[in-house]
């Protein structure tokens, strides 16, 4: 059996097939600059999913936020080796390889993902380049669900949120700044902590302050992440994400603005990721 996974930030979504058997699950994301063999071991084992077929497992696929270097990919091998213990063949590689396997197949183009984080690369049909360095929420994820996230929460506090956005805004969550100052400075996955107050912004996406925000920040990821690549619009730039899914609308009105051209958006990149993979296997 094969195993792909698709794992940014907040979920890891995966897929194991005999080429006729089809079954998909979810555990939470993994990334190995923030999350040690021992804590990614440990949540694939409460999968009952996984642990139904992780016996017959023979290759894996695996790509994910952070796989960026040999040494946080040696993690995530470790452990899923460990997991995993009849697979003898192994592929572990950033998400960026695999948003471009699912959007672009062979077909060369620019690929971008604007989900929790977001991050670009020119994919020649083969191999991804990335001209542009994914710096994180800190200091980079322009027009991802993180920097949007950290953008209401600021507004919110400083008090220029918008008074009927900013009411609301109380009653659903009830935050308070040192509950606020905890989850960024105290305690673990800052960025996914960020991206959930993206679900108020969907809800509002109509709203002149959220469409403005939305616009500016996807702006701001287009001018940085896409216009970096000189034949950017020799090509359609496809987009992997629920950023780019549920914002489809202003993400175009940028590209008309700037130049490209949206070619598609997949909100959830695991299925077509694994029928790349599985039109590889030998019949």
């Keep these: 059996m094969i195993l792909v996974a698709d794992s940014g930030s907040t979920k890891c979504d995966w897929f194991i097939s005999d080429g006729e058997q089809r079954v998909f699950g979810k555990t939470m994301g993994f ?16 999968s009952e999913v996984l642990n139904q077929y992780k016996e017959a497992v023979e290759s894996v696929y695996y790509y994910g936020a952070g796989c960026s270097s040999p040494e946080r990919n040696e993690i995530l091998k470790r452990a899923l080796s460990a997991y995993f213990p009849n697979a003898i063949n192994w592929t572990i590689a950033q998400d960026m390889a695999g948003a471009a396997f699912a959007t672009c197949g062979e ?46 929460l600021a507004d919110y506090l400083y008090g220029r949120m918008p008074v009927e956005l900013s009411q609301e805004f109380d ?56 216009l970096c690549y000189s034949n950017y619009n020799d090509y359609p730039v496809r987009f992997v994400g629920s ?37 590889k296997v030998p019949s």
């Design 107 to 152: 077909d060369p183009g620019v690929v971008c993902i604007l989900g929790t984080g977001s991050n670009s690369c020119f994919y020649d049909g083969k191999d991804v380049h990335e001209k542009i360095p994914a710096l994180g929420y800190v200091l980079g994820d322009e027009g991802s669900g993180a920097y949007f996230g950290k953008i209401l």
């Design 31 to 46: 990334n190995p600059f923030f999350h040690s063999e021992e804590f990614i071991l440990s949540e694939l084992g409460k």
């Design 171 to 226: 009653a659903k969550y009830d935050v308070a700044k040192e509950e606020v100052f905890q989850h960024v400075y105290h305690k673990p996955h800052v960025n996914v902590y960020l991206a959930s107050f993206m679900k108020f912004a969907s809800f509002h996406m109509e709203h002149p302050y959220v469409n403005e925000m939305i616009y500016q920040g996807l702006k701001k990821f287009a001018q940085i992440h896409i």
């Design 243 to 279: 950023i780019a899914h549920y914002f489809r609308d202003i993400l175009e009105q940028v590209g008309r603005e700037l130049d490209f051209e949206v070619g598609g958006v997949v909100k959830k990149p695991i299925e077509p990721l694994a029928d790349f993979h599985l039109s």
